[in-house]
Nanobody
Framework: QVQLVESGGGLVQAGGSLRLSCTAS????????MGWYRQVPEKERELVATITGGGITNYGDSVKGRFTISRDKAQKSVYLKMDSLKSEDTAVYYC?????????WGQGTQVTVSS
C-alpha cells in the first residue's frame, strides 16, 4: 500500500509560478513511474507530467516548456514546478504513483490561476 500526500496548491495570478510536492509513504521499494494529472469538472483527468524511475520525463502538450517535473534521489517525492501559469491551468492536480503495476493517487490539490 502506498499513501500519497500532496502540497503546494493555491491561488496565483496569471504569469506566476507554483511548486507542487508529493511525498509517498508505505511499504514499497521503488516506483516504476510517478507524476501529475489534473482534472476540471465534467472533463476527464489529463496528463500533466510523468517521470520514470530512470528519469525519463513526459509532458502534456499544453504544459510543455512551462512545467518541470522532478523527483528526489530516494524517489520518495515528486515535484512539479509550474511557471507562466495561465487561467486554463486551473484544476485539481493529482499526484500519481505506479508501483508494481498498481496505480495510486493522491487526494488532489487545487490550483487556481486568476487572470
Amino acid at each position: 500500500q502506498v499513501q500519497l500526500v500532496e502540497s503546494g496548491g493555491g491561488l496565483v495570478q496569471a504569469g506566476g509560478s507554483l511548486r507542487l510536492s508529493c511525498t509517498a509513504s508505505g511499504r514499497f521499494v521503488s516506483a516504476g513511474a510517478m507524476g501529475w494529472y489534473r482534472q476540471v469538472p465534467e472533463k476527464e483527468r489529463e496528463l500533466v507530467a510523468t517521470i520514470t524511475g530512470g528519469g525519463i520525463t513526459n509532458y502534456g502538450d499544453s504544459v510543455k516548456g512551462r512545467f518541470t517535473i522532478s523527483r528526489d534521489k530516494a524517489q520518495k517525492s515528486v515535484y512539479l514546478k509550474m511557471d507562466s501559469l495561465k487561467s486554463e491551468d486551473t484544476a485539481v492536480y493529482y499526484c500519481w504513483w505506479r508501483v508494481a503495476s498498481w496505480d495510486y493517487w493522491g487526494q488532489g490539490t487545487q490550483v487556481t490561476v486568476s487572470s
